[in-house]
């Protein structure tokens, strides 16, 4: 066999999450300041978009802004004026720490809980890597 026929055939065993190769987004959060709240409609879309709990999200994101916030029906409501960036960028550290892969930088990961410990496991490339339990 040739290099070209095991290359074929190597990538025909590929899984398909491997080979997808479509760029991973993060929607931009939505929302406004209603006096001195801020109000994000979107958030739901978001955890979904990280495939995440909207809690654990809102966990991380509560306590990087030093910040109350809350559910309410669809929405999710910050206890003070922040602005977007500031929240797209805490998101944003957010999927680069529990979601994407610190090997192949793909998003397919589940977070395990193991022996007591969080572990990042990548389901595209096998990779398993410890996450901070701070949250």
Do not use: W
Not at 38 to 43: M, P
Not at 59 to 76: C, D, I, M, R, S
Not at 98 to 105: A, M, R, T
């Amino acid at each position: 066999m040739d290099y070209e026929e095991l290359l074929d055939r190597g990538h025909a065993e590929l899984p398909e999450s491997v080979k997808n190769t479509e760029r991973f987004e993060i929607p931009k959060v939505r929302g406004h300041i209603q006096g001195n709240k801020t109000i994000i409609s979107n958030f739901f879309q978001i955890a979904d978009a990280l495939r995440r709990t909207p809690e654990h999200v809102l966990k991380y994101v509560l306590k990087e802004l030093a910040t109350p916030g809350e559910f309410h029906k669809n929405f999710l409501i910050f206890g003070s004026k922040i602005p977007a960036s500031r929240i797209n960028e805490k998101i944003q550290n957010y999927a680069n720490e529990y979601v994407l892969c610190p090997e192949c930088k793909k998003p397919d990961t589940k977070i395990i809980r193991e022996e007591g410990f969080l572990f990042l496991k990548c389901t595209a490339c096998g990779a398993r890597h410890s996450v901070k339990a701070k949250i």
